[in-house]
């Protein structure tokens, strides 16, 4: 199985910073990668698929880059309503996993 | 309006099984296929497998093979997953999610709100 971890698991951050979250696999994925993130009591919403296409209606403040094992959201001009628990995803190969999670909260 | 809308939550006695409905509206049921993921209380998101609605394949994670099945309904649109030999760590949200191929990807673009299952003596 692939294996995605997350870094940081939590970080404080105000409304305005610019956040980076990281996400590596353990084996090469190219850009199967999808970012996702949940609130408390809701189901998962998806932000980015393809490594760094942006999912529609998603504000770009949003971006992700990356490829092969390595990757990156940043969250640009950090808004109230994305204070959250963000999930990278693989889909290159079954099973499908996804990273542990990095929680996102207000300093 | 395009959703998933799942059954509600379930309190079941270990031993048990469990079956979650997940009605899609919206869109061409037929189209997409269907994946399920938990959530423990607390904890990240486990993906248990997929359904193609079209023909009843399916492909189950490793860990979940003979003791879950996901089937569907065409005639009314739903899509099921049911979970046998319940224990105490089966205890989760339950999803459904829609998979939608695009550019050389696929990714869960619609989610239904989860449905709880608890299970307890």
């Known amino acids: 199985d692939i294996q995605m971890t997350q870094s940081p698991s939590s970080v404080s951050a105000s409304v305005g910073d610019r956040v980076t979250i990281t996400c590596r696999a353990s084996?090469?994925?190219?850009?199967?990668l999808a970012w996702y993130h949940q609130k408390p009591g809701e189901a998962p919403k998806l932000l980015i698929y393809?490594?760094?296409t942006l999912q529609s209606g998603v504000p770009s403040r949003f971006s992700g880059s990356g490829s092969g094992t390595d990757f990156t959201l940043t969250i640009s001009n950090l808004q109230p309503e994305d204070f959250a628990t963000y999930y990278c995803q693989q889909t290159k190969s079954f099973p499908i996993t996804f990273g542990q999670g990095t929680r996102l909260e207000i300093k | 309006q395009v959703q998933l809308v799942q059954s509600g939550a379930e309190v079941k006695k270990p031993g048990a099984s469990v079956k979650v409905s997940c009605k899609a509206s919206?869109?061409?049921?037929?189209?997409?296929?269907m994946h399920w993921v938990r959530q423990a209380p607390g904890q990240g998101l486990e993906w248990m497998g997929w359904m193609n609605p079209n023909n009843g394949g399916t492909n189950y994670a490793q860990k979940f093979q003979g003791w879950v099945t996901m089937t569907r309904d065409t005639s009314i649109t739903t899509a099921y997953m049911e979970l046998s030999r319940l224990g105490s760590d089966d205890t989760a949200v339950y999803y459904c999610?829609?998979?939608?191929?695009?550019?050389?990807?696929?990714?869960?673009?619609?989610w239904g709100q989860g449905t709880v299952v608890t299970v307890s003596s």
């Open positions: 919206g869109y061409s049921f037929t189209g997409h296929y």
């Open positions: 084996q090469g994925i190219s850009s199967w």
């Open positions: 999610a829609r998979e939608t191929v695009g550019g050389n990807n696929f990714f869960f673009d619609l």
């Open positions: 393809g490594a760094s």
